[in-house]
């Protein structure tokens, strides 16, 4: 539609941004709140959208990729609303129901690791890609699956970030998941970092051993991933990783040590710099992934394809 903007909310695990427009390079407003208790960023982000409304243009469509889990089973009584989280207080919040009542516009909802994924499909990395995954490892570990050129979804969405891995020879830390110890996020999500560092992930110095075993959960999950799903690309984001390029060959190299020669492809006997990477996007795909999410509806009136 000619003149038409859309709404997005990214609700991550430290803030919230909220933008407004129609792709990438038409951004006409944007908001970042933090992310608190649930009834005062649920607000906070609720006036912004109503002030974009009265003030630059009404959007025909929202939407929301928030941190999950979620359920987004269309047909469930509880669906739209937060799982058991880690989050304090956000378990069993209807971000669905709160959203709907205060909008009167199409919504669309899915985690945010799922947005970004569809906003690297349209505007990123893997466009031209059918089968893809995307990796952020920041406040936690998320994975955003691709398949056929639809986000993946069972019962419920994947969880890839709790996968139970191997561990790095030596490495006997506990971990740091309140649910699973030593998951992928519980070794590799900047609160894990921290918590064995003593200090924030963005100040750990590349020598650090703890590096290793970061990128070694990160290689098993991309071999969970390429024994899997078969993605034809694996894309990596997140707060952690933006900020420590470096670990992208330490975790080519883990995931090839850890094949062990398996899988004659290409992709993995020649073409792992190509085949695990940066998002193209960037730290942006995970506010645009809300505003891809909010297109999608404009482009697909089968809502039940974006979960």
Known sequence: MADAFFAGVEMGGTKCVCVLGTEPNDILAEQVLPTGDPATTLEAIAQVLEGWNATHARFQALGVAAFGPIDLRRNSPTYGRIGTTPKQRWTGIDLAGFFSDRFAVPLAISTDVIGAALAEGRWG???GVADYAYVTAGTGVGVGLVAAG???MGCHHPELGHVRV???PGDHWPGNCRFH???VEGLASGPAIEARSGGPAVDLPEDSPIWDTVAH???QLAHVLVVSLAPQKILVGGGVISAHPHLFPLIRSCLAASLNGYLDIPEVTSGLSRYIGPPGLGTRAG???ALALALELDTDADQNRLT
């Open 287 to 289: 506010p645009l992934g």
């Open 125 to 127: 990395a893997a466009r």
């Open 150 to 152: 639809r986000p993946v």
């Open 166 to 168: 191997v561990r790095a």
């Open 181 to 183: 110890g030593a998951c």
């Open 217 to 219: 959960a990160l290689g």
